[in-house]
């Protein structure tokens, strides 16, 4: 009898696209039979903007119920809209190939940020957009903005908008990186931690062996490191923070940026671990934690909560 699984998804273009995605790729690799179900967020019906209701967590809430409750088997995010704290019961299943970690600009005429007139109107919903847009370009206009990929570009293409900034990943799983006018270096435009890369979440005490076929250690690897930047900042999802990691030759490189909120100031900290060959997953883990909490100890002894107005207490 063939294996079957339900995966549980918001139902947003985005959202149905990448998991979709998983399922023909576990599908291929397994012949597991894989049943897509749509849950639907506060997320996806309120329209107040994602920093007022809660931060991008808001999206994953329904979904863990779902799957507490055992309307499926596993549920699919965006990493980035993933709470840090762990959820009683669940746990982080498998974290396949991150997709390209970097914002877009996607602005009308094909027009670079530093292009865009004085006075551009840039829509964004992310806090850490803001204060990078801000700081880049102070004479732009920011403008608070919800709604789906599609949604968002079309406010570009009637002149709402001169540009939106979207994530990179989302626009490559949409196919729509014909949209993009410029790409935003890593270096100097950290992304969310976790951005570009999904999670698979199950119960705890389900053995889906499966996953293991999906699995991309070194991608999981980089997102605990930034993600427990966010934990040890006891940061939401839609803080001022940008973290980015690269894994080469066994080293894990681990770069984090806090924001005030205007974009006018920024401390940053970059760290390195070495990874011994053969290091279990646990232990990569661990080390990769470790990582990012102690560049979030020296974030904070810099004076990141007041600057970023996180109020973690010290």
Known sequence: MT?????????????????????????RLTGVDVTITVVTTEGDTSRASLASI????????????????????LVVHSLKD??????????????????DPRDALCARDGLTLDALP???????????????????????AVVDIRGNVDTRLAKVSSGELDA????????TR??????????????????????????LEAREEDSIPELTQ???????????AERAVLAALEAGCSAPIGASSTLADGTLTLTAVVYSPDGSAELGSTQSTTLPANLSLADGEAAAYGLGSSIAAQLLDDGAAELAELGVAR
């Open 174 to 199: 949409l196919q729509r990186l014909d949209a993009v006018s410029e790409f935003f270096d890593l270096s100097v435009w950290p992304t969310a931690p976790g951005q570009g890369a999904l999670a």
């Open 214 to 224: 999906i699995q991309n250690e070194g991608s999981r690897l980089s997102i605990v």
């Open 164 to 171: 939106v900034v979207l994530a990179a990943a989302g626009l």
């Open 54 to 73: 809660g931060g991008t967590g808001v999206f994953a809430s329904a979904l863990r119920a779902a799957l507490v409750e055992g309307d499926c088997d």
């Open 82 to 99: 993933l709470p840090t704290a762990p959820y009683p019961g669940l746990r982080l299943a498998a974290v396949p190939l991150r997709e």
């Open 3 to 27: 294996r079957k699984l339900t995966i549980a998804t918001r139902g947003s273009a985005l959202a149905l696209a990448q998991t979709g995605m998983i399922a023909d790729e576990l599908t």
């Open 118 to 140: 004085e006075g551009a109107r840039i829509g964004t919903g992310s806090p850490r957009r803001v204060a990078q847009l801000r700081s880049l370009r102070p004479d732009v």
